[in-house]
């Protein structure tokens, strides 16, 4: 008889799920519900390869989790045989560094993650909690976005803070995207069957993060102790002087936890352009002549660029780029413009190459350039999925 598992990926503002069967080996429903509390939330899925979409304005992550699990809760061929439950969770700390069953105790033991990943581990544990509400019987499994960047060399982990401290608070570059980059680099690995691949990751979406791997291990990512670092995100500020804070708070008197808001909801592309985050709204603006989105996307480019080339650093001989996530697969013309900015490596951009593509991975550079660039429409859920499955059929 067919099992079936179901895995949740919760964003910043956005909510992936799919349900795979396990004895077929592919999705029976897939989707996902996009900006999230805001007026234009969707939903759409494809439930046994038919497609489905309704817009529910104003639908908060609350209500959107709930709308999911019972959609699945209605499905008896689904609902009776479902095996277990994959959570996608951002942030384990130094407590949770492999895929984990969820019990109360261990819930209660991840609510101390939440201060490191604000925008990201309460809306985890929220899908948590309803699963198990919904589902009581049903495992629940946490897979944990920074158990990939556990490689991490310490040249590249360790921040230059005292020792003490960093060890009594477990304080270091732990990274995020995890299930993204490494599903992105399986992808690109299978055009390098016989030759070391290093590659750059770009996941770019309302979170952004750039990654050097090398055969399949973390060596650096712009993310660190918690995914405010890096490049300038939907909402979050990415690097910054810290300096900045103790300046801002005794100017305007703010608490840190009015900061934190500050720099993780309230800056990033949303406060460069003084109009949105939202990336597709940002090009209109852009090639419509609005300077301020303009510059939003120039520095949201600039950033990642800089990151990549750093990253030659860490990965000196790389051969390939990939760019995934929500931004990084759709937008043919921010792919262009950080490649731009990489001008003086041996990258060459084929624009013919570089449009909407419904192929799950497919190369945009030219033949004769030295590192090759992909687009890889990472399937995040199927590694939720087969990490789950592992974890379940090893207990």
């Known amino acids: 008889m067919s099992r079936t598992i179901l895995t949740l990926n919760c964003g910043s503002s956005s909510i992936k799920f799919s349900v795979f069967s396990t004895d077929q080996d592919k999705h029976l429903y897939h989707g996902i519900v996009d900006q999230v509390g805001t007026a234009h939330t969707h939903i759409s899925y494809t439930a046994y390869d038919t497609l489905h979409g309704k817009a529910y304005p104003d639908m908060d992550m609350k209500g959107a989790l709930y709308h999911i ?73 946490a897979v944990f976005d920074t158990a990939f960047h556990s ?120 406060a460069l352009s003084g109009k949105t985050n939202d990336m597709r709204q940002l090009e209109t603006l852009y090639h419509a002549g609005d300077e301020h989105a303009q510059q939003a996307i120039d520095i949201f480019c600039y950033q990642i660029a800089k990151y990549m080339a750093a990253y030659l650093v860490a990965i000196p001989h790389c051969n390939a780029i990939a760019f995934t996530g929500g931004i990084g697969e759709n937008s043919p013309f921010i792919r262009s413009r950080i490649i731009h900015y990489l001008s003086f490596l041996p990258i060459i951009l084929s624009q013919k190459a570089n449009v909407p593509n419904q192929e799950s991975i497919y190369v945009i550079s030219q033949p004769t350039s030295t590192i090759s660039c992909y687009v890889v429409k990472a399937d995040e859920e199927r590694y939720l999925y087969q990490k789950t499955q592992q974890l379940l059929e090893g207990a």
Request: proline content about 6%; some cysteine; charged content about 15%.
């Open 151 to 270: 490689t991490i060399p310490s040249v590249a982990s360790t921040y230059a803070i005292d020792r003490q401290i960093a060890t009594k608070y477990h304080i270091k570059r732990y990274g995020f995207h995890g299930l993204s980059h490494e599903a992105v680099y399986a992808a690109v690995a299978a055009y390098y069957p016989h030759q070391r691949l290093q590659l750059i990751s770009a996941h770019l979406g309302n979170g952004a993060s750039i990654c050097a791997i090398d055969q399949g291990k973390s060596m650096d990512i712009s993310m660190g102790f918690t995914p405010l670092a890096g490049v300038v995100m939907g909402t979050r500020s990415g690097d910054i002087d810290p300096g900045v804070l103790g300046y801002i708070a005794a100017q305007e008197g703010w608490d840190m936890e009015k900061i934190q808001r500050w720099l993780n909801s309230e800056s990033g592309l949303l």
């Open 69 to 141: 699990l019972q959609l699945i809760a209605d499905d008896h061929n689904v609902a009776a045989h479902l095996d277990g439950i994959g959570h996608r969770v951002v942030h384990g700390g130094s407590t949770f560094t492999a895929p984990t069953r969820i019990y109360p105790k261990t819930l209660a033991a991840m609510q101390a993650t939440i201060p490191l990943a604000p925008l990201h581990n309460p809306n985890n544990i929220m899908g948590i909690e309803i699963a198990m509400a919904v589902f009581p019987a049903v495992p629940n499994i």
